[in-house]
């Protein structure tokens, strides 16, 4: 098989070799969880010992055109191999770059990899499109502010990018007691109640405390 992939092609033997992100997301997509259409990249270590980020990089450029139209704004995420695991997310410490052209999608790899500093062969890298949402957040198994045991969701009416950099204050859900502060408004009850119903599915599925993020728009609830 080729080192670019479209996710739902990879097989379960090869997935592990895509990092721990496109793992995830390749058990959602095979189970029905909304996802949407992704690029996947083996982690440049399983390309061979020769190979170089400039070849890397000139792959994914070269695949991204013949997956994804011209017209489509895309998002180029991490997906390391220590990434979104049971022991940590380490969310926001790697770069996802949102590409407005073909031209801008070597560069944005590139600058994936190079978030690994000296692992980045170990850096896999998924591409899909961007998409422009009603609101974005994170949702958690477990309080990632105190030792409380129930889910606490982050929502913002932004990109979940900011969000995940820490760039912006988040309204903060928590199940069993609601919104700390006050509701800001722009949340339905229905997409309270369909996320911390696919919380219990998504971490039986990933085996590991949930961490995720996702998008909405109108009223459908994107993982991301």
């Avoid at 996710?7 to 496109?22: F, M, R, S, T």
């Avoid at 990109?159 to 988040?170: A, E, M």
């Avoid at 928590?174 to 009850?189: D, H, L």
Wanted: hydrophobic content about 35%.
């Amino acid at each position: 098989m080729r080192s670019v992939n479209v996710l739902d092609e990879v097989c379960e033997k090869e997935i592990p070799l895509y990092g721990n992100k496109a793992k995830n997301l390749w058990l959602m997509k095979k189970n029905g969880i909304n996802i949407p259409a992704t690029l996947a990249v083996k982690c440049p270590a399983a390309w061979g010992m020769d190979v170089t980020k400039e070849d890397v990089c000139q792959e994914i450029e070269n695949s991204v055109k013949d997956h994804f139209s011209i017209s489509e704004e895309l998002i180029v995420r991490s997906s390391f191999q220590k990434e979104d695991t049971q022991e940590t997310s380490m969310a926001g410490v790697f770069e996802s770059v949102r590409v407005k052209s073909y031209e801008q999608v070597k560069s944005a790899a590139c600058q994936v990899l190079d978030s690994a500093g000296k692992d980045w062969r170990n850096m896999g890298i998924i591409i899909q499109p961007y998409i422009d949402c009603d609101f974005s957040g994170i949702m958690f198994s477990v309080s990632p502010y105190d030792t409380g045991k129930n889910i606490v969701i982050e929502f913002a009416d932004t990109s979940c990018s900011r969000l995940v950099k820490g760039d912006i204050t988040p309204d903060l859900y928590v199940k069993n007691r609601g919104w700390i502060r006050e509701n800001p408004g722009y949340v339905s009850e229905s997409v309270i109640r369909d996320l911390t119903d696919s919380e219990e599915r998504l971490r039986k599925l990933l085996n590991a405390n949930v961490d995720v993020e996702f998008c909405v728009s109108e009223e459908t609830i994107i993982f991301l």
